[in-house]
């Protein structure tokens, strides 16, 4: 494989992304909960891809997992006489636990509180609109933060700062 990254969606799913070698006619992609499948009939088939380059950058997305559960991937590559490739080599593989998601905080912080009485500050997730938050800053709390999901879009709207001109 030239390309093999499993990553954390939610608490029940994992994200893949792939780029299979640039001769092989497809990939099957297996995954076990207990140790890295070391051939195509091993653990459980999660997809078999004869579209080489579909997941190179929009994720397949493996649903109902376990969360707190640690997942193995291998990846077979296979050729057009349908021969599979079973290198145990680490481009091949890939291991993640499923916890909650990678989540980024963000901090809005005023500094100087002089002539300042508050102002409404809303994260919006443009990702995944029930997950916009909404925050007042005042001068006994001069911050606020929103712990957002990496990989979601978003941007900040301020409403208007009273006590500023």
Do not use: W
């Not at 780029?19 to 006619?25: M, R, V």
């Not at 380059?53 to 997942?71: A, D, I, P």
């Not at 990678?102 to 300042?116: H, K, L, M, R």
């Not at 957002?148 to 301020?158: C, K, N, Q, S, V």
Request: overall charge negative.
């Amino acid at each position: 494989m030239r390309k093999f990254e499993a990553f954390t969606i939610s608490k029940t799913q994992i994200g893949l992304k792939f780029l299979e070698p640039a001769d092989a006619q497809g990939v099957m992609i297996r995954m076990s909960g207990v140790d890295y499948p070391k051939t195509p009939n091993d653990g459980t088939i999660v997809l078999d891809n004869n579209v080489v380059g579909k997941y190179e950058n929009k994720e397949y997305v493996v649903k109902g997992l376990k969360h707190g559960q640690t997942y193995y991937f291998s990846a077979f590559p296979y050729s057009d006489q349908g021969v599979f490739n079973f290198a145990p080599a680490e481009t091949n593989r890939n291991q993640i636990l499923l916890d909650r998601g990678e989540t980024i905080n963000v901090a809005v912080t005023i500094d100087d509180a002089s002539g300042f009485t508050r102002v409404l500050v809303k994260c919006v997730d443009e990702t995944n609109a029930l997950k916009t938050k909404t925050a007042t800053i005042t001068p006994t709390n001069l911050k606020c933060s929103f712990e957002i999901p990496a990989g979601d879009t978003y941007h900040l709207e301020f409403g208007k700062v009273e006590g500023y001109s």
